[in-house]
């Protein structure tokens, strides 16, 4: 097997489409309705509409995640088509975002009125396209967060200390601002005690939909690392390190552009560079967190290491590796292979393990393998 960076995905030149939210677009204007397909091509699937009537009719068929309305439709206005949506109950709970030509006083109470009819939040041309992004995001994030609403107690902390850790990280990993370690150890202390309550489903469940993908994949990783560890027998702090070290295992790829991080198919020699980069960049931020345990840095640095000393950044070799970052590095090959991504549906947890077993070998501790499978049988399967 060739070298890969993060998603072994990334190996192949598969491309599809299967993991992307879809977005529906209801508006007259075909050239808005070109401008906005054309801006979320690689983060969402677009069905465009331009009567109301054709699209009450697409949204049943197909249930998107979120629904974009314009003010003019080719039929009615898209006040009255939002009154109508929030009136199905199949559609009770898709956030809605109202889209107004420009800013004035009619545009306004046109806003108010789309707002009182059930939209959640709207824009006003001309806006730039990370505006559109960051909105649809936000509430396509905010939609998944209120389900977390129903959790029990416990797994409702673990999943919202962890998002707002994230969301801290996000905001200021730019400028290398430090995260104080304490912080991301209470985030992860229910995380830790709904492992060992063994009851955790809601956790992975709870962040399967999540938008942005760095917090999915990174809270999917704690929790199965925190759960091996648990199965391993590891207590305590220990169990803490390995929870802590899966959230912060891949903080760097913040500062990763998106064409490279969501890239469908084989990434070229210059995205590879950049994609591993991802791991100096990590260590570098938590570098500067003050009271990180040391096992925690080891296993952002050590998680791209592979047994035959084909990995990254250093080439590892047997016996170099440490413990638990050979345990992160299965949990992390694994989680990467069943994630949904924008490129990619996400893939069966066996097909995952045989792929591990069959082509991995040489890479992978295989007692630690025997293990996890054993593991995941036992706690998720
Ligand atoms: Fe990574
Ligand atoms: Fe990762």
């Known amino acids: 097997m060739q ?45 465009n509409y331009q009567s109301a009537d054709d699209a009450l009719t697409g949204l049943k068929a197909s249930i998107p995640a979120l629904i974009l309305v314009g003010k003019k439709l080719a039929s009615g206005g898209g006040v009255e088509f939002i009154y109508m949506v929030r009136h199905e109950p199949a559609f009770a709970d898709i956030p809605i975002i109202y889209i107004v030509e420009q800013d004035d006083s009619k545009s306004a109470v046109s806003i108010a009125k789309a707002h009182a009819a059930g939209a959640n939040d709207h824009l006003i041309k001309p806006y730039r396209r990370s505006m559109l992004i960051n909105t ?122 998106h064409h490279v991080l969501n890239k469908p198919g084989r990434l070229n020699e210059d995205e590879l560079a950049i994609m591993k980069s991802h791991v100096p960049e990590t260590v570098k931020y938590l570098q500067a967190c003050a009271d990180i345990p040391k096992a925690v840095l080891t296993i952002a640095e050590q998680h791209h290491e592979k047994l035959d000393g084909s990995g990254y950044p250093y080439g590892l070799k047997g016996a170099q590796l440490n413990e638990l970052a050979r345990m992160a590095a299965i949990v992390d090959i694994f989680s990467a292979l069943t994630d949904r991504r924008v490129y990619k549906p996400p893939m069966e947890a066996e097909k995952a393990l045989t792929i591990m077993t069959d082509e991995m070998s040489a890479h992978i501790d295989q007692h630690f393998l025997k293990m996890f499978k054993a593991m995941l049988l036992d706690a998720v399967g």
């Open 3 to 47: 070298d890969y960076c993060c998603d072994p995905s990334h190996e192949h030149n598969v491309v599809t489409s299967g993991g992307k939210h879809a977005v529906a677009l209801i508006d007259a204007n075909p050239a808005h309705q070109k401008e906005v397909s054309d801006a979320l091509l690689s983060f969402y699937e677009v069905d």
């Open 136 to 257: 649809i995001s936000g509430q396509l994030n905010s939609q998944v967060e209120r389900n977390w609403e129903i959790l029990p107690q416990v797994q409702q902390e673990a999943l919202k200390g962890t998002v707002s850790v994230f969301n801290g990280i996000a905001d200021v990993i730019s400028s290398g601002h430090p995260l104080p370690f304490g912080e991301v150890r209470n985030a992860c202390a229910p995380l830790v005690e709904a492992i060992n309550n063994h009851d955790f489903k809601g956790i992975l469940n709870g962040v399967r939909d999540h938008d942005n993908y760095t917090y999915a994949h990174s809270m999917r990783v704690a929790t199965l690392l925190s759960l091996f560890g648990h199965a391993a027998g590891l207590k305590g702090e220990d169990q803490m390190v390995l929870a802590s070290g899966g959230l912060l295992h891949d903080v760097g790829k913040m500062l990763i552009p």
